[in-house]
């Protein structure tokens, strides 16, 4: 079955930069798209972006161009997010979704920036 | 494209039939789901394309609208649908709508 298992909590301090994972199977990942997903609790869920593994062409919401960067690695089945220059308002639990999310979500990962 | 829910926060009697409603700022083409969201998961596929029901998921859910208007239905609430129901488009990028939170009586 589908399975999308991302990395676990992080706590960083302001101004520092985070890479998250989110590690697939059951599905053909080289031929998918990945989407990210910011949510601070108690919110809405915003779309950061989406990368085609297939040549790794990445749309991003304007909001988040040059907050995050998406990346893929095709031999692991692994999807990836590099966050810079981390505040307080990046504090949030950040959800991969294979395509626009529908039914296969990773568990989310829940970053704390503090100092 | 905004999406714009109502009512932000929705108490109803278990055997109730709930009514939720999502305004999108253009026409999306019935590229509409609807998810529900229990604290601390990851958002529950309940409609796909603004009326299909997603495999696994209760009859009681439904999902009707077109163009701009939607609504998610829920014919009999149970304890287990407390909940925050989300819409999402996906006719252009994807925007999610701010959400209901469904409460107990």
């Known amino acids: 079955q589908v399975k999308l298992q991302q990395s676990g909590a992080e706590l960083v301090k302001p101004g520092a930069s985070v890479k998250l994972s989110c590690k697939t199977s059951?599905?053909?990942?080289?031929?998918?798209?990945m989407s990210w997903f910011k949510q601070i609790p108690g919110q809405s869920i915003e779309w950061i972006g989406m990368?085609?593994?297939?040549?790794?062409?990445?749309g991003y919401n304007q909001k988040f161009k040059g907050k995050a960067t998406l990346t893929v690695d095709t031999s692991s089945s692994t999807a990836y997010m590099d966050l810079s220059s981390l505040t307080t308002e990046d504090s949030a639990v950040y959800f991969c979704?294979?395509?626009?999310?529908?039914?296969?979500w990773g568990q989310g990962t829940l970053v704390t920036v503090s100092s | 494209i905004q999406m714009t829910q109502s009512p932000s926060l929705l108490s109803a009697s278990v055997g109730d039939r709930v009514t939720l409603s999502c305004k999108a700022g253009?026409?999306?083409?019935?590229?509409l789901a609807w998810y529900q969201q229990k604290l601390g998961e990851a958002p529950k596929l309940l409609i796909y394309n603004a009326n299909s029901l997603q495999t696994g998921i209760p009859s009681r859910f439904s999902g009707s609208g077109s163009g701009t208007d939607f609504t998610l239905t829920i014919s009999s609430l149970q304890p287990e649908d407390v909940a925050t129901y989300f819409c999402q488009q996906y006719n252009s990028w994807t925007t999610f709508g701010s959400g209901t939170k469904l409460e107990i009586k």
């Open positions: 990368i085609y593994a297939g040549d790794g062409g990445t």
């Open positions: 059951g599905y053909t990942f080289s031929t998918s798209y």
């Open positions: 253009q026409n999306i083409n019935n590229y």
């Open positions: 979704a294979r395509g626009y999310g529908f039914a296969y």
